[in-house]
């Protein structure tokens, strides 16, 4: 009997769903690797109000501005706890974390949804016979319950997140989504809208695309030397 990976979808395009690719910018590539927060989903105003509220309720932690709980987004929670709050004592973790989830999860009414044309944009690329991945700083049980909100799981084939691997920028992720695909290196893509993204593709030796609707702007993102900088995923089809 033949057990599928948790981590991989058996969707795959048919002889007549592929076309040529309209970009020339991922006409290079066969394998596209999304970021998940703040590159598909619109999900950075829930994550630093819960961040905010995490840190209040810990009632241990000092309080920071939206612009610095954002440079965490990307990474896993622990790795990013300690960038938060490095002088801070790690007792204090299992109670910010806890009342992370329950903010971002239950608590937490700030909207968070597929950016406009993402799942379009998705589905056409599947459809002209790129394959897609996500390689993610949320929880494999985030991710899940993401994708399950918005009917995106059978758009990837492989998804990867930091509490089953490396923690962003460690190259260990992007090295297993590669090897569950089987697809060379100099033919896969990194999407993302962070440093943390950017570096991870450096660091796997991978091209990488930056977008510039999530955390940080085209300026910084630049300095990694990307393939394009992107203002609408909308643009890897048009």
């Not at 994708?147 to 084939?157: I, N, Q, R, V």
């Not at 091209?207 to 609408?232: D, I, K, M, Q």
Request: aromatic share 8%; hydrophobic share 40%; net charge negative.
């Amino acid at each position: 009997m033949t057990v599928e990976s948790p981590f991989t979808s058996p969707w795959q395009p048919g002889a007549s769903e592929i076309k040529q690719p309209s970009n020339s910018v991922i006409a290079p590539y066969s394998l596209l690797i999304f970021d998940w927060d703040g590159t598909v989903m619109d999900s950075i105003g829930r994550i630093v109000s819960s961040l905010d509220a995490a840190a209040r309720l810990t009632e241990q932690l000092p309080i920071l501005p939206p612009e610095r709980l954002q440079t965490m987004i990307g990474l896993s929670l622990e790795k990013g706890y300690q960038r938060l709050y490095p002088d801070a004592d790690p007792a204090w973790y299992a109670d910010w974390i806890q009342h992370y989830r329950q903010q971002f999860v239950y608590d937490n009414p700030t909207p968070c949804q597929l950016y406009p044309g993402v799942k379009n944009t998705l589905i056409s690329l599947r459809a002209q016979g790129f394959t897609l991945a996500v390689a993610t700083g949320k929880s494999r049980a985030g991710l899940a319950r993401a994708m399950a909100e918005t009917g995106t799981h059978d758009l990837f084939s492989v998804t990867r997140c930091a509490d089953e691997t490396a923690s962003k920028p460690d190259p260990q992720m992007l090295d297993e989504v590669l090897a569950q695909t089987g697809i060379p290196r100099d033919k896969a893509l990194m999407i993302g809208d962070t440093g943390h993204d950017m570096q991870l593709a450096i660091n796997a030796d991978m091209a990488r695309l930056a977008v510039t609707w999530g955390v940080e702007g085209a300026a910084s993102l630049s300095t990694y030397e990307p393939v394009a900088v992107l203002n609408s995923l909308n643009e890897l089809v048009s």
